[in-house]
């Protein structure tokens, strides 16, 4: 796997740093991107397999989240101490990916719509907060708020998706799913990585990561899953902040 020098903007300050991950249209074996996070207690290597797909690596442990077929072979990558599913969607939930991962001691940590998929998973609601393979991890709600179907119903309704906050020693990441910029993401403290998505039409456009991001104010922030949007747009939405 190849590792990637970040692109790096220091906004205003440089108190708001954003860093684009340029992965997103998945890649063959040994050509993903990678960043490595320099922690307190270690290295958090970063790889950005593509789409809403990413893998970290942090004290001799592995997390996939949303694995998918599509973009990786899974049997010639790392087994995964926890694997995290935001949602049901199929570029989200993939069980032959999972599966893939899986050995005898991987936790799952999923949500209800996902369950009935995925063997012995470890459901987690809306603002639920567990302990799993030594991570502490908490369940955000994903959902759109204006972003919606031609019949006027949301892409992800309230209460059905997660995004997760997982804490690497004292390194807390947030990865958001498939979501808009929801109250409960705006109120969120001391992230320090954020990955937020821009895949239009079904989660935000820059304006709206760039609303979230001066909200709560993330050290390093990576859009992903981002599909055709230009991630230069929420650089320049961006390029005046400065931390409260």
Same mark, same amino acid.
């Given at each position: 796997?190849?590792?990637? $020098? ?72 790392? $087994? ?22 899986? #050995? ?21 609601? #809306? ?53 808009? #910029?929801?109250?409960?993401?705006? $109120? ?10 821009? #895949? ?38 961006? $390029? ?5």
């Amino acid at each position: 796997m190849a590792k990637r $020098k970040r692109v790096l903007w220091v906004l205003s300050a440089g108190m708001l740093v954003a860093a684009v991950a340029l992965a997103q249209g998945g890649a063959g074996e040994g050509k993903f991107q990678m960043d490595t996070i320099a922690t307190k207690a270690g290295e958090l290597k970063i790889t950005f397999i593509g789409h809403a797909t990413l893998m970290f690596d942090y004290g001799g442990k592995v997390v996939h989240v949303d694995p998918w077929s599509k973009l990786a072979d899974y049997a010639k990558l790392p $087994k995964a101490d926890l694997v995290l599913v935001t949602h049901e969607h199929q570029d989200h939930l993939d069980p032959k990916a999972v599966a893939a991962v899986r #050995n005898e001691n991987t936790k799952v940590v999923l949500t209800k719509a996902c369950a009935d998929k995925v063997p012995d998973g470890i459901m987690m609601k #809306n603002g639920d907060v567990q302990t799993v393979q030594g991570f502490k991890v908490e369940a955000i709600p994903a959902y759109n708020i204006v972003q919606k179907r031609p019949d006027g119903q949301p892409f992800h309704p309230k209460g059905v998706g997660n995004g997760y906050v997982v804490t690497f020693g004292a390194t807390r990441v947030y990865v958001a799913g498939d979501t808009e #910029n929801t109250p409960e993401m705006k $109120k969120l403290e001391k992230i320090d990585i954020a990955f937020l998505p821009m #895949n239009l039409p079904y989660t935000m456009t820059p304006a709206m990561v760039a609303d979230a991001a001066k909200a709560f104010q993330p050290k390093i922030l990576y859009p992903y899953h981002y599909g055709e949007t230009d991630p230069n747009e929420l650089v320049n939405l961006l $390029k005046d902040s400065k931390k409260k």
